[in-house]
């Protein structure tokens, strides 16, 4: 799934376009087949718009060939901002890796000239933005291979994928006329009048000429609800025009309705067989509505859990529906209609069909199109979030609420799934926008589906059989709906604090509530049937010891990693011992342990000190151990390391007694602490220089080492 914020670059890049080339500034159109008076067959999303607005300003001959070509010549570019400050430019690599630059100078190249535009790739210089400072931020990536920094995004939940290829856009659309057709079902008054919807002209366009104002009969809903409505399809993009049309058909589909239930099936239905190409702005437009709603009919009714036995006939005719030229155009309207009823026939046996597991109000597509509803119902939980700030839910986001469960019958939706997705929702947005408040909420949702009384069989049954498959330590393992859930969080969770001194240094507020979450998932084990089982954590058993601890040891040794792959290069560069500088790196990651990341761990590990300490103390010991043996005289290199050693030391003994001190009166455990010998080379080495003034000379050396022989035995 794309990020929220590129499909909405890429549907208000499609508007715009299309609002550009059917505004009539475009004189002559030229396809491959020659000049043309319709631009419905181009596909808009690979036209170049520099492209477009050169050939507006030139004169208004657009060639789509060449737009087209022009689209992707524009990717062996690399991504340019302009302003007053100067250029920036946005690099494939890291620069921060790359090393120094090089000294000498680089041959000349001859470089194939282009002819001046009045538009740079991807930036409009007339209207750029200036007094704007752009900072080009770079992760830090690990030198190692054998030490790879693992992908912190959210795992997918696994569900089955969608054979018809609906995009996002389509399910967010048809999420909305099922929310509209929920509405009309649960008994909202609709009343129509006659409204005038004028098309608003573009600022960035002002002056150009402006089509003539439709007249539409607009249903309009009554008080609050209206405002509730018009709110949700500003939040789900979906256009006024087209929004009045879908509130008049599905009125009149209603109308017409005798059956309690309703089902998506028979909401695409209705709208196929009430909305016409004259309810849409142009040709193509139309033609993608009629081929998403036929896509969901066939998402339907020939899924891999279909029951129906006329498949191959349903899919023929659903082709048909898609294919534009042959339905709108050869088909005559009685073969149409005989089409539709064909497959009408087919969703009445279906949405007439027995219930799986018994439970009231339940439809035939809440398990057949399981992996379609939850898509749809994830589409409007997103919708509750505002569209220019992503990180928050807007003020009506309560009662939107409201309305968004009246399509539970519709979409199988019970209480506990909704906890679970919204959830998950939540979840996602969070990692998306780092706002902690939200991840505070997706944690009381968690908590709610985990503390949930299973006193309902057939609504347990019902839960376990919405199965997602994911793969988990090379495995395909099969889960349940909560279960792929909780899986896909505790992975990320899981990634992120088994390197929390990389994520988490400058944001302890959010350590706290990763912990947290980590934590109320509990710890999940996969058995040899590739069976995953979740045991719960609490404070003081050893599950949850045993993973705060693994936290703590694989974040420090990432730490340590990340510096020592640095520490011969900085080691020559400074002139300095490597194992000083390490000293002194790990002395600041002791710092961070005791200042940052102790106190919010110590209420669920108290030895997390402790085992912090004695983890830094060995990884630097197995380094020092060795240099200590070689010792035989008085260097400059004895000279830094020891030092450095021995304020290591000092700041791990501090680490390891208040850590000691705190869990002293109900410790579990003892973890031993011995200290680097190093105390005694600093000592005895001085007290060698005070006794033997001649040592300073480079031919006395040799005598310390003696000397330090016959002090030690």
């Known amino acids: 799934m794309e990020p929220p914020l590129l499909q909405r670059y890429r549907r208000d890049r499609r508007q715009l376009l299309s609002f550009i080339l059917s505004s009539g500034l475009m004189k002559v159109v030229r396809s491959s087949s020659g000049p043309t008076t319709s631009i419905s067959d181009a596909d808009i999303d690979v036209l170049s718009a520099d492209y477009v607005l050169e050939c507006i300003q030139s004169g208004g001959v657009l060639d789509i060939s060449k737009s087209t070509q022009k689209y ?8 340019m901002i302009q302003s007053q400050l100067g250029n920036s430019y946005f690099f494939v690599s890291q620069p921060e890796t790359a090393g120094s630059p090089p000294r000498r100078m680089p041959p000349s190249i001859e470089v194939a000239s282009r002819p001046p535009s009045l538009l740079d790739p991807l930036v409009d210089q007339n209207n750029a933005v200036s007094g704007v400072e752009y900072v080009v931020k770079y992760a830090v990536t690990a030198a190692r291979p054998s030490k790879p920094v693992k992908n912190a995004t959210v795992p997918p939940l696994g569900l089955p994928s969608l054979s018809t290829g609906l995009s996002d856009d389509d399910l967010r659309e048809s999420a909305y006329e099922i929310l509209l057709a929920s509405m009309i079902y649960s008994g909202f008054e609709i009343h129509s009048i006659e409204d005038k919807w004028k098309e608003k002209s573009s600022k960035l366009l002002s002056g150009l000429k402006s089509k003539k ?10 008080g609050r609800h209206s405002e509730l409505i018009d709110t949700i399809r500003v939040q789900m993009q979906i256009s006024e025009a087209v929004d009045l049309c879908t509130r008049q058909r599905l009125t009149q589909f209603a109308s017409t309705k005798t059956c309690e239930r309703i089902d998506i099936p028979q909401i695409s239905l209705g709208l196929l067989n009430g909305m016409t190409k004259s309810d849409f702005p142009n040709e193509k437009s139309h033609a993608q509505w009629k081929k998403r709603q036929a896509n969901m009919l066939e998402e339907l009714l020939c899924s891999v859990n279909s029951r129906t036995t006329k498949q191959h006939t349903v899919r023929s005719l659903l082709a048909k529906v898609k294919n534009s030229k042959e339905w709108d155009i050869l088909l005559p309207p009685s073969e149409r209609d005989e089409a539709l009823l064909a497959i009408r026939e087919e969703v009445s046996v279906l949405s007439s069909a027995p219930a799986q597991f018994g439970i009231h109000g339940e439809t035939y597509y809440w398990t057949a199109g399981y992996h379609l509803n939850i898509r749809i119902y994830e589409k409007l939980l997103f919708g509750l979030f505002d569209i220019l700030e992503e990180g928050q839910l807007i003020e009506a986001a309560d009662e939107l609420l409201k309305l968004i469960k009246l399509t539970w019958s519709i979409l199988g939706i ?5 906890n679970t997705l919204f959830g998950w929702v939540l979840f996602q947005q969070f990692v998306g926008t780092d706002e902690e408040v939200l991840l505070d909420c997706a944690i009381l949702e968690v908590q709610k589906v985990l503390s949930a009384n299973n006193n309902d069989e057939k609504e347990e049954r019902y839960m376990n059989s919405l199965i997602c498959s994911t793969v988990c330590n090379g495995r395909v393992i099969k889960l349940n709906l909560s279960q792929a859930l909780f899986l896909s969080m505790s992975i990320w969770c899981d990634s992120k604090l088994q390197d929390y001194h990389l994520h988490f240094c400058q944001k302890p507020g959010f350590f706290r509530r990763v912990l947290t979450l980590a934590l109320v998932l509990g710890n999940y084990t996969i058995d040899e049937c590739d069976e995953i089982k979740f045991t719960k954590s609490d404070v003081l058993d050893d599950i949850a010891d045993r993973k705060l601890r693994t936290y703590v040891e694989m974040s420090i040794k990432a730490a340590y990693w990340r510096v020592a792959n640095t520490l011969d290069l900085v080691s020559k560069v400074e002139r300095t011992h490597p194992l000083a500088l390490l000293a002194n790196e ?5 710092e961070r ?15 997390a000190g402790m085992v912090s300490a004695i983890v830094l103390h060995q990884i630097y010991g197995e380094r020092l151990k060795p240099f200590l043996k070689g010792v035989s005289c008085l260097t400059e290199d004895v000279k830094l390391v020891l030092p450095s050693a021995d304020m290591l030391d000092h700041d791990l003994t501090q680490l390891y007694s208040s850590a000691f001190e705190e869990n002293a009166l109900h410790s579990r455990y003892s973890l031993p602490f011995d200290h680097y010998q190093v105390r005694i080379f600093l000592e005895l080495g001085d007290a060698y220089l005070l006794t033997n003034p001649l040592s300073h000379t480079s031919l006395c050396w040799p005598f310390f080492a003696i000397w330090l022989i016959f002090s030690l035995y």
Not at 72 to 79: C, G, I, L, M, R
Not at 213 to 222: A, G, H
Not at 414 to 418: I, V
């Open 72 to 79: 992707h010549d524009e990717f062996s570019y690399p991504v």
């Open 213 to 222: 104002d439709r007249k539409y009969l607009r249903p309009q809903l009554s």
């Open 414 to 418: 019970n209480q506990k799934m909704h």
């Open 586 to 590: 790990l002395r600041l990651i002791a």
């Open 593 to 607: 342990e005791l200042n940052t990341f102790f106190p919010v761990r110590r209420q669920w590990y108290p030895e």
